[in-house]
């Protein structure tokens, strides 16, 4: 089938404004991740999801920053008062763990380019 | 701090060169991959190994973990291979984030 989706691709907020990304994994996929690539940087670990539970936030930059996936399939990553440093192409990943530590492939998503004015 | 660092940073090679990026890391790890990323498209899992050494058709991946050191090569580059290459390990004990290197920002000339 398909493979990870996200939307919007690309997104334009003033800033102070809250944002919403949505990740749809691979059916199937227990394992979710999310990252943010800065321009010129490699992608950075913000927060991990086993079906509906949130096992690691430690990645998140700060409280604005908030994750859900309430029924262990798509995930919205949430910015509150968004700022320019928040300005980066976020990532999502699934893979099909099905329990303990994974090293299963990663599916990553295309992406959604946020920039902040 | 768990690190993985690639070198070069940057690499420009003629059509049919044979190319080597080099991804070294601090820690244990229990898999590292190497990934693909074009510009504006998404990243692609090109491999994922713990030891030894991978083949897929011109990409060779191999592994020492001994000396915590990992490398890609591509044999009789194509400008088609032109993208940036990401090394990201698994650290033993992670639940299973990726810790990624700053990438390989590769151009093949014709």
């Known amino acids: 089938g398909a493979g990870v989706s996200q939307s919007p691709r690309y997104k334009v907020a003033k800033r102070g404004q809250d944002v919403a990304l949505r990740c749809d994994p691979i059916s199937g996929h227990v394992s979710l991740f999310w990252y943010q690539q800065a321009l010129g940087q490699g992608p950075e670990f913000l927060t991990y999801?086993?079906?509906?539970?949130?096992?690691?936030k430690s990645g998140l930059p700060s409280d604005r920053f908030f994750a859900e996936r309430p029924e262990g399939s798509v995930s919205t990553l949430k910015i509150q008062r968004t700022q320019q440093e928040d300005s980066a192409v976020y990532l999502c990943?699934?893979?099909?763990?099905?329990?303990?530590?994974?090293?299963?492939?990663?599916?990553f998503g295309p992406g959604t380019r946020l920039t902040v004015l | 701090k768990n690190e993985v660092e690639q070198s070069p940073q940057n690499l420009t090679a003629q059509e049919g060169e044979f190319i080597t990026i080099n991804c070294s890391y601090s820690?244990?790890?229990?898999?590292l991959h190497w990934l693909q990323q074009h510009p504006g498209g998404g990243i692609v899992s090109l491999f994922m190994l713990s030891s030894g050494k991978k083949k897929h058709g011109r990409l060779i991946a191999t592994i020492n973990i001994q000396e915590k050191h990992s490398s890609l090569h591509i044999t009789a580059s194509h400008p088609r291979d032109s993208a940036v290459y990401i090394c990201a390990v698994l650290f033993g004990g992670s639940q299973g984030n990726l810790i990624f290197g700053k990438g390989t920002k590769l151009s093949v000339k014709p």
């Open positions: 820690v244990g790890i229990s898999a």
């Open positions: 990943a699934s893979s099909f763990l099905t329990s303990g530590i994974s090293t299963d492939t990663q599916y």
């Open positions: 999801f086993q079906n509906e539970a949130q096992l690691d």
